[in-house]
C-alpha cells in the first residue's frame, strides 16, 4: 500500500478511510456485545464509541496503511461476568466479523437500489471490500484473531481446552508464519481467504 500513496494518493486516502471505520465497527461491535452480555468492562474502558480514536492501534494502524495488515485496539472482557463464558466469548467474538458483513450489505444495498448514490459508488465499492476482507480474515481460528474464539463456542469444553493451550502457545508464531510471503509473494493465509473474500464481494457488488 505504501506504493500507492506516491501513486495514487486518492486511493490510498479511500483504503486508508475503508480501513478505519472498518476498525471501528468491528471493535465497537465486539463492546456492545459484550455490555449486552453482561460485562460492563468496555463501558468503563470507553469503548462502546465508533470513535476510530477509542479503537486503533497506533502501531496496527500503521501497519494497516503501509504493509496491508494490522490491527486494531483489542476490546477486553471478563468471562466471569457472562453467564456462559464459553458460549458468550463466541458470540463477542462472532460479533465483529458479523458487523462488517452487515456493513458490507448495507452498503451494497444502498449502491443497487439508491440510484441517487451512484455517484458514490466507487467509495463505497473501497468500503464493501475493506469491511469483507477484515470479517473473513478474522474467521480464521488462529490466535489472537476472533475465529479461535468462535471455535471454542463450537468444540467440545475438553477439545477446546486442548487447541486453546496450543493457540496461546504458539498462536501468533502461526499467525506470523500464514503472513509471510512464499513462493511466488503470496502468503499463505492470502491464498487461503483470498478466494472466499472474492466470492462473497463478487455477491455484493
Not at 500507492?4 to 486508508?16: D, E, K
Not at 501497519?63 to 453467564?83: E, K, T
Not at 450489505?105 to 467509495?123: D, G, M
Not at 474464539?149 to 463450537?154: F, S
Request: aromatic residues 10%; charged residues 10%; glycine residues 8%.
Amino acid at each position: 500500500m505504501l506504493s500507492t500513496l506516491f501513486s495514487n494518493p486518492l486511493v490510498f486516502l479511500l483504503w486508508a478511510i475503508g480501513l478505519v471505520l472498518a476498525i471501528s465497527i468491528h471493535e465497537y461491535a465486539h463492546a456492545r456485545v459484550a455490555d449486552r452480555l453482561g460485562d460492563p468492562t468496555p463501558r468503563s474502558q470507553g469503548r462502546l464509541t465508533l470513535d476510530p480514536r477509542s479503537h486503533l492501534d497506533p502501531l496496527g494502524t500503521i501497519a494497516l496503511l503501509f504493509l496491508g495488515f494490522g490491527w486494531g485496539r483489542p476490546v477486553m472482557f471478563d468471562p466471569y461476568n457472562l453467564r456462559s463464558p464459553r458460549r458468550d466469548s463466541a458470540l463477542i467474538a462472532l460479533a465483529g466479523p458479523a458487523s462488517n458483513l452487515l456493513f458490507a450489505l448495507i452498503l451494497s444495498l444502498c449502491t443497487r437500489f439508491l440510484p441517487a448514490l451512484s455517484f458514490i459508488a466507487p467509495i463505497f465499492g473501497v468500503l464493501i471490500l475493506m469491511n469483507i476482507s477484515l470479517a473473513i480474515f478474522n474467521l480464521v481460528p488462529v490466535f489472537p484473531l476472533d475465529g479461535e474464539k468462535i471455535l471454542g463456542g463450537l468444540l467440545s469444553p475438553a477439545l477446546y481446552q486442548e487447541y486453546q493451550n496450543i493457540m496461546r502457545q504458539y498462536g501468533t508464531i502461526i499467525l506470523i508464519l500464514l503472513l509471510l510471503p512464499i513462493a511466488g509473494g503470496t502468503s499463505p493465509i492470502s491464498a487461503l481467504i483470498s478466494p472466499v473474500i472474492s466470492f462473497v464481494t463478487n455477491l455484493l457488488l
